[in-house]
């Protein structure tokens, strides 16, 4: 017991200086912090090379300025729910926000809402490359919808964002969308035929990479698309690449068609045959095969359980039932009254008549067929022959899209708070970036300093004192331990009440008197024990009451020590017994003293 509390105490003592060093080591870092590196005041970062868009949504007033809201009605749907009327707002992320730092919220929930912006001059897909990056928060999580962004057609046709819609023609479409269990990251081209000039929508193959944390995690994500010259293509979630691949190759449909195809005018010969088997015409049906043999036969081994009662049936009508008031005879017919199981069959094996189990019957075999054989006929499995396909072209060159001129979202979510941030469109990767270092990256480093906890400070203050690994097993250890002492101290305590109980002798009521007899004929071993006899005898006189009652007391506590002596001194009182039957004293002098017992 004191070893565990030494071993508690010392285990506080050192947790206690463990905290301290840890509280030291944040109180040198905070004041080392506060020298080298001031405050931090949120400031809207600059793009440092061409772009074409650059938004932040830092600015209220320039947004409302500069971005659309579609005032165009969808297709092919009800009126009540074609409208675009959607709730777009600029405010703080919910978490983790700084000052000053905004973005777009779309705040609504199962209502269609489109709007977009023009960018500071068209991309042409010529020479260099396209970098299509934002930042997207599923702040409340994403049970169906879309956060993805559309680059729009440079089309004289649609140049009016006010009629921006599902229809309206863009060029890519790149972004998360969810419904389900259906996670995606589209990125979607339409493609111009350049034979006929019709445009097909090209659907990029999945992602390598899991999506479903960026749907739930309720955190921003950098998504980033990347489309070169050379037809090649990457995607991006947070710097860090999860599908690429190239335009000619990893897309469905396909760009280029097929050079063959089969003809359509193509038809099967008459006297094609296709069968690789055919039935053995030579076969014949053996003379013990029964046709009609059925599948199952009585088993006939299978006899009545014992105590199934054959002449009790297995329901019979409620002796309780009563005819219902209202019962009418001729409409409703003759009263009958409702069975219920039999009481005599619930403790038998069964009641009413037995049947016989069913079996397997051996000589069953079905309908006979003949056995098949390779067909000598078979001309293999026909097909259309190949011509050469008159819609076939080869574009090498699917980089080269049709201009985009805006940017847009064109949405519909079944959660709110999609929250928008730091949009770039430019030509150059490193201008993307160090657009993504300078907004992202910092963003991530903030959140990762602000989800600091009690834990994540103790890591980072062992991360290069090994040592003090020990002093965090000994904290974790401490409960264990105690809880382990506590079950083994409440096992002892219970295990020695057991002993006690199992060592008492069961002594019966002759013996315990013989006992308590033998006791009184012991001889006291000094004169000082005869003087006290005799006071003892002398205030018994004058207290006879209280005396009565003393030497009873002491006479049961005697008894007592003489039950749990009695294997000691049995030796000894068989000796006794000896010495009175012989007359002889058994320790010397004029023998034991007799004292009759106690008759109370």
């Known amino acids: 017991m004191y070893e565990m509390a030494k071993l508690v105490a010392n ?14 080591n944040e109180s040198n870092d905070n004041n080392a912090q506060d020298v080298v590196v001031p405050e931090v005041v949120y400031k809207t970062p600059e793009v440092t090379g061409l772009a074409y868009l650059v938004e932040t949504f830092d600015d209220h007033e320039k947004f409302k300025e500069t971005w659309v809201l579609s005032e165009a009605k969808k297709d092919s749907i009800d009126d009540d729910i074609a409208n675009y009327d959607g709730v777009w707002s600029i405010e703080e992320p919910k978490k983790h926000a700084h000052e ?29 490359p396209l970098i299509v990056q934002y930042e997207v928060n599923f702040q409340e999580g994403q049970e169906c919808g879309g956060a993805y962004l559309k680059l729009l057609t440079l089309d004289p046709e649609h140049m009016d964002l006010k009629n921006f819609h599902n229809k309206s023609p863009y060029t890519i479409m790149f ?41 739930k995690d309720k955190q921003s994500h950098l998504y980033t698309l990347i489309i070169r010259p050379d037809n090649s293509f990457e995607i991006k979630v947070d710097n860090k690449v999860v599908n690429s691949g190239s335009l ?46 059925p599948a199952q036969i009585v088993d006939e081994d299978d006899v009545i359980p014992e105590g199934w009662l054959e002449d009790e049936p297995p329901m019979i009508p409620n002796p309780d039932s009563v005819k219902p008031e209202d019962w009418d005879v001729e409409m409703d017919g003759e009263w ?13 094996a069964g009641c009413g008549p037995y049947k016989q189990k069913m079996k397997k019957n051996p000589r069953y075999k079905g309908k006979w067929s003949p056995p098949l054989i390779n067909n000598p006929n078979y001309k293999g499995k026909w097909k259309p022959r190949l011509i050469h396909n008159p819609n076939y072209f080869n574009d090498e060159h699917p980089f080269r899209m049709t201009s985009i001129f ?100 069961l002594v019966s009521n002759e013996e315990a008197i013989a006992q308590q007899e033998s006791n009184e004929y012991q001889t006291p071993s000094t004169e000082a024990e005869e003087k006290t006899e005799e ?66």
């Open 535 to 600: 006071n003892t005898e002398e205030k018994t006189e004058e207290k006879p009451e209280v005396v009565a009652e003393n030497e009873i007391e002491v006479a049961e506590i005697e008894s007592e020590k003489s039950v749990d002596e009695f294997d000691k001194n049995e030796e000894g009182t068989e000796k006794l017994i000896e010495s009175e039957d012989s007359d002889k004293p058994a320790m010397g002098g004029d023998g034991p003293r007799r004292r009759k017992p106690n008759k109370e």
């Open 248 to 293: 000619l190759d990893d897309f469905t449909p396909p760009v280029n068609p097929p050079l063959e195809i089969e003809d359509p005018t193509d038809v099967q010969p008459e006297d094609w045959d296709d069968r690789e088997k055919i039935p053995d015409l030579s076969a014949a049906k053996p003379d013990d095969w029964d046709e009609d043999a």
């Open 100 to 128: 000053g730092d905004l973005g777009l919220v779309l705040k609504s929930k199962a209502r269609h809402a489109a709007v977009s912006t023009v960018l500071s001059k068209p991309f042409h897909f010529k020479d260099k």
């Open 406 to 505: 805006a940017i847009g979202f064109e949405l519909w979510s079944m959660s709110t708070d999609i929250y928008f941030d730091n949009i770039l469109i430019t030509d150059d990767e490193e201008v993307a970036k160090k657009w993504a270092d300078d907004t992202f990256e910092v963003r991530r480093a903030r959140i990762a300093e602000e989800c600091v906890t009690l834990w994540g400070r103790i890591l980072k203050a062992t991360n290069y004192k090994p040592g003090w690994w020990a002093l965090y097993f000994l904290y974790c250890a401490i409960p264990v331990v105690l809880y382990i002492w506590y079950l083994l101290k409440r096992f002892r305590e219970d295990k020695y009440d057991l002993k006690d109980e199992d060592k008492q002798p």
């Open 11 to 24: 285990g506080i003592i050192y947790l206690c200086l463990l905290c301290n060093i840890i509280g030291a």
């Open 336 to 348: 009958e009254p409702p069975d219920i199981p039999n009481p005599k069959c619930v403790d038998v």
């Open 175 to 215: 972004g998360p969308d969810k419904c389900g269990n259906d996670h995606k990251l589209h990125f979607i081209f339409r493609h111009k035929n350049p034979l006929n000039g019709s445009i097909e929508e090209k659907h990029c193959k999945k992602p390598r990479e899991r999506l479903e944390e960026f749907f």
